[in-house]
Each structure stands twice: as C-alpha cells, then as structure tokens.
C-alpha cells in the first residue's frame, strides 16, 4: 500500500531453508507471489520467509517475481531436474566490497588460503590436518577420508556402496544411493549459497575448491556435509524408494530445519575465514547497507553483520 514503509526482510537464520518449484510460472499478481500452472491455479509462496527457491525444468518467473524475491532477499536458483545440477543464480542483497575484498586477499595468498582450509579441515573432519602439508596433499588426504566416511555411513544404513558415481547425461542410469546423495546435496548447495550471498560474499572465490561458479559453496557445503545430506541420502536409499529424489528433498527440508542448518552456516564463514589471521576491512562509507539486517549488534557479527 501507498505511504508505508517496505517491509523489512527477515533474518537468514530465521527463514525456511529451500523449496522446490516444477511446472509452472512464477509471477506477482493481486501483491502475492505465486506459482501458476497450466490449469491457471494459483499456488501461493510465501517467499519472503525462504532462504532460497529452486527451480526445476518446466519453470518461468516474470520479471515481478524477480525484483520481489530479491527485495525480500530469497535467492532463487535454477535447477536440472531432481535439483541435481545447478546451472544459475540470483544475488539477493548484492555481494559486498568489503567482503570480496577480504575474501580474495585470503584466496590469493598461499599462506593464508593454506591456513583457511586447515581450519575447514578442523570443522569437517574434528581434528587438525597433519602439519607441513601443501595444500594439494591436503586434498588428497581428504578425499581418502571422504570416501572412507561414504563407506562407514552407507554401512550403518545398509546400503550396498561402491564408489561416487553418477552421470548427468544419463541420470536414469545411475544406482539409487549415488541419486540420492547428489538430490541431497544439491538441496545443501542451494542453503549454502543463499548464505554465502546474503552475508555479502562470493560463490566462485574457493579455497579447497577452485576454477568453478560455486567453488566456495563446495567448501563451505563440505563442512556440513556429512553431518547433514549424506545420513538423510542413505537413509532414504535404504528404503529403496519409487521416486528418491523428491524423497530425499523432503527429507533434506526436515533435517535442516530440525538442526537449525541456517543459523549455523554464516558464523562458520565467519570462523573459517577469521583462521586466514587477517583483519576483516571496513565498509567503505558509500557501501551499500546489507538487505537483511541483523537485530543484533556487531557481537553477533556472524549472523549477518
């Protein structure tokens, strides 16, 4: 309405991690967001209380939806089918200079991006990386760990697991448990990369990962990985289901809520990159303000300072 003040968007680790839009157009009509299909019934979405919208196969957004969903700060993401490969994204609130600048000078120079990923590796893994190791030796030394960590877990849910595998040319082809876990952790890059853009940071400046669209969204999602995706990814493989990936969605959409994933995911941003041992840079004063302002004061900078 005409004389009131926009409505201020809420807090990431307040809203409701993803959801995922199939077969329909997404447009803003009588002032609500909605998903019509092509019987012209409207599904309401309340977009302003979720992290990130996903977009599968068969979805059209008008040009309202857009500058609704970024005004709220919900990020919208376009999918393959399942939410097996993301291919383009949105940037609610816009990245910040002051972080991209942070960001880079840590990527950029050995000594600090070595001492960011120990630091992944201390929160992945629960323990210090050994000493005197490149960083080429750290991924190796990871990837070990992860494929054992893959067979530990998909023996606790009984599940027959040979080896990551999938392709995605011929998705049909592949076995369930290696479906289910790329639907479960597509749903867990989404959440990252809403994160990683509403606390102002950039998606392709990795640390582990690096060359890709979303390579700090690989190392931030590996941190949480195995705590979260991979248990719900067998564990809906165990079951044998008829349809897996929309199973293992709604069963990623549960586990994050009940863990609270949102509210953890920009503090440990904050956390792997402070290891870099370099101070955060001030906001330029001419910097445009953060679209989704924290209630909290500075102590809380983590949360979306």
């Given at each position: 309405?005409?004389?009131?003040?926009?409505?201020?968007?809420?807090?990431?680790?307040?809203r409701?991690?993803?959801?995922?839009?199939?077969?329909?157009?997404?447009?803003?009509?009588?002032?609500?967001?909605?998903?019509?299909?092509?019987?012209?019934?409207?599904?309401?979405?309340?977009?302003?209380?979720?992290?990130?919208?996903?977009?599968?196969?068969?979805?059209?957004?008008?040009?309202?939806?857009?500058?609704?969903?970024?005004?709220?700060?919900?990020?919208?993401?376009?999918?393959?089918?399942?939410?097996?490969?993301?291919y383009?994204?949105?940037?609610?609130?816009?990245?910040?200079?002051?972080?991209?600048?942070?960001?880079?000078?840590?990527?950029?120079?050995?000594?600090?991006?070595?001492?960011?990923?120990r630091?992944?590796?201390?929160?992945?893994?629960?323990?210090?990386?050994?000493?005197?190791?490149?960083?080429?030796?750290?991924?190796?030394?990871?990837?070990?760990?992860?494929?054992?960590?893959?067979?530990?877990?998909?023996?606790?849910?009984?599940?027959?697991?040979?080896?990551?595998n999938?392709?995605?040319?011929?998705?049909?082809?592949?076995d369930?448990?290696?479906?289910?876990?790329?639907?479960?952790?597509?749903?867990?890059?989404?959440?990252?990369?809403?994160?990683?853009?509403?606390?102002?940071?950039?998606?392709?400046?990795?640390?582990?990962?690096?060359?890709?669209?979303?390579?700090?969204?690989?190392?931030?999602?590996?941190?949480?990985?195995?705590?979260?995706?991979?248990?719900v990814?067998?564990?809906?493989?165990?079951k044998?289901?008829?349809?897996?990936?929309?199973?293992?969605?709604?069963?990623?959409?549960?586990?994050?809520?009940?863990?609270?994933?949102?509210?953890?995911?920009?503090?440990?941003?904050?956390?792997?990159?402070?290891?870099?041992?370099?101070?955060?840079?001030?906001?330029?004063?001419?910097?445009?303000?953060?679209?989704?302002?924290?209630?909290?004061?500075?102590?809380?900078?983590?949360?979306?300072?």
């Open positions: 309405m005409r004389g009131l003040p926009p409505p201020r968007p809420i807090m990431m680790k307040e409701v991690s993803m959801l995922f839009l199939e077969y329909g157009e997404l447009d803003v009509l009588d002032g609500a967001f909605v998903l019509i299909d092509k019987n012209g019934v409207r599904t309401h979405i309340p977009v302003g209380i979720i992290a990130c919208l996903l977009l599968q196969p068969g979805t059209r957004v008008s040009h309202a939806a857009v500058v609704l969903a970024a005004r709220v700060g919900c990020l919208l993401i376009w999918v393959g089918e399942g939410g097996v490969r993301l383009a994204s949105g940037q609610p609130g816009g990245a910040r200079a002051d972080r991209l600048l942070y960001q880079a000078k840590l990527a950029l120079d050995d000594a600090t991006r070595l001492r960011v990923i630091k992944m590796y201390l929160m992945r893994f629960g323990e210090e990386p050994p000493a005197r190791r490149s960083i080429e030796q750290l991924r190796g030394i990871e990837g070990a760990r992860v494929r054992k960590m893959y067979q530990l877990i998909a023996r606790r849910y009984g599940v027959d697991w040979n080896f990551r999938y392709d995605y040319d011929k998705w049909e082809s592949g369930i448990p290696n479906r289910c876990l790329s639907a479960a952790t597509a749903c867990l890059y989404g959440v990252c990369e809403a994160a990683i853009l509403a606390a102002g940071y950039a998606p392709a400046i990795g640390f582990i990962h690096t060359g890709k669209p979303q390579s700090f969204v690989y190392d931030v999602a590996d941190v949480f990985k195995f705590e979260t995706v991979v248990p990814a067998f564990n809906v493989a165990a044998k289901p008829f349809e897996p990936e929309r199973d293992v969605r709604l069963a990623c959409r549960d586990s994050f809520r009940q863990s609270s994933l949102l509210e953890k995911i920009i503090p440990s941003i904050e956390e792997m990159l402070s290891a870099g041992g370099i101070e955060k840079p001030e906001p330029h004063e001419e910097a445009v303000p953060v679209a989704i302002p924290n209630k909290e004061g500075i102590g809380d900078a983590g949360h979306r300072s």
